[in-house]
């Protein structure tokens, strides 16, 4: 797969961070995609509708008489396959916690530019699909191919550089069991601006290496150089590379905001008296082990259920007795590779991988 040449020094981001209100820029990408309300980590599974989303570039228009998925490269027999063809093969259905390697960017002090989340690029759905792996045996990879390209049908430009959104992954990574190509969410057909017909699923990783509309699948005997793999997605400290790249994603926990909300501000206001604190937490790097609850800066642990899934949230609670006055809540989860959420944030040049523990200021009456 051919890719134009890229200068290793090019920023990710359209611009330098800054400490500004946030640009006519940002508010337009915070228009076309949407964070999930942090009041549905009520729930097991996040409804497709409320499900964080983040589109790169336009939602293609894709024809599903003509859409075909072709794997091929480095493989001793191609494959072309049409959805009914995946369909056709043996089904696994998985819940799986998605979460944008941006989110919790517009935390951080000064702001790097693109799109502004907040907390809620998240959600877990049940998605199902057809294992990666048996496809790859299928077509038989050559010996020396070390890397597949997933492309998918949206396109565009970003840092002076026009190529459909494209990511790989190792032989190793996408021979993983759990990698599946995936036709439907929560039971249904994949919602449009979710990847219909098919998207690739890369549980415990970042939402950007399941990549959307998959059109083909690529082995390729050297290591891909498209934009999105070698330049986006890099923890730097500057706007020059390499950095490190993102992978999998960082243990965080969230809590639904308790009581009701000032409607501007979203400051919450609770009756006194024994409040019960929930919501959840998960990982990519390892199983949640721990989850504490801070009031005033003073933590206690909280209770877990079971998780959803081997790569989905898990559950947490704490009851409360609240006292009158005006309180800081906060929530960090620990894994089980050892990691900790931070309390301060680990600023990085293209805001990636925020996982410092949420803020909620509450006033108790």
């Not at 190793?172 to 098919?198: D, R, S, T």
Request: proline share 8%.
């Amino acid at each position: 797969m051919s890719t134009p040449h890229i200068e290793r020094g090019l920023a990710a981001t359209p611009g330098q961070p800054t400490q500004g209100p946030l640009t006519h820029e940002e508010l337009q990408l915070a228009g076309r995609n949407h964070s999930m309300p942090l009041e549905a980590l009520h729930d097991d599974l996040t409804p497709a509708g409320l499900h964080y989303l983040l589109i790169h570039f336009d939602i293609p228009h894709v024809s599903l008489e003509t859409w075909r998925l072709r794997l091929g490269g480095a493989v001793a027999d191609s494959l072309e396959l049409s959805l009914d063809d995946l369909k056709a093969r043996p089904a696994v259905t998985m819940p799986v916690t998605l979460e944008c390697a941006g989110n919790g960017r517009s935390l951080l002090q000064p702001r790097p530019l693109s799109q502004p989340w907040v907390l809620g690029a998240v959600g877990t759905a049940e998605w199902t699909g057809t294992p990666l792996a048996p496809l790859l045996e299928e077509a038989g990879l050559a010996s020396d191919a070390v890397e597949l390209v997933f492309t998918g049908a949206d396109s565009g430009i970003q840092g002076g550089v026009e190529e459909p959104y494209a990511r790989s992954l190792t032989i190793e990574e996408a021979m993983h069991p759990e990698v599946m190509l995936v036709y439907a969410m929560n039971g249904q057909p994949l919602p449009l601006q979710h990847g219909f017909p098919l998207r690739l699923l890369v549980p415990g990783w970042y939402g950007m290496a399941s990549v959307k509309w998959l059109t083909s699948i690529e082995a390729v005997t050297t290591r891909f150089m498209g934009y999105q793999q070698a330049v986006a997605y890099h923890y730097l400290q500057g706007p020059d590379g390499p950095g490190l790249p993102v992978t999998h994603i960082r243990v965080r926990s969230l809590m639904v905001p308790p009581g009701i909300p000032d409607f501007f501000t979203r400051r919450r206001v609770v009756d006194a008296g024994p409040v019960m604190l929930h919501g959840r937490a998960w990982s990519g790097h390892g199983d949640v082990e721990r989850v504490e609850v801070g009031i005033d800066g003073t933590w206690m642990p909280a209770h877990l259920d079971p998780p959803v899934g081997d790569f989905a949230w898990r559950s947490w609670s704490m009851v409360w007795v609240a006292n009158k006055g005006d309180h800081v809540l906060r929530c960090r989860a620990m894994d089980s590779s050892g990691a900790l959420q931070p309390t301060e944030q680990v600023w990085n040049y293209q805001g990636i991988g925020n996982n410092m523990a949420q803020r909620v200021e509450v006033t108790v009456r």
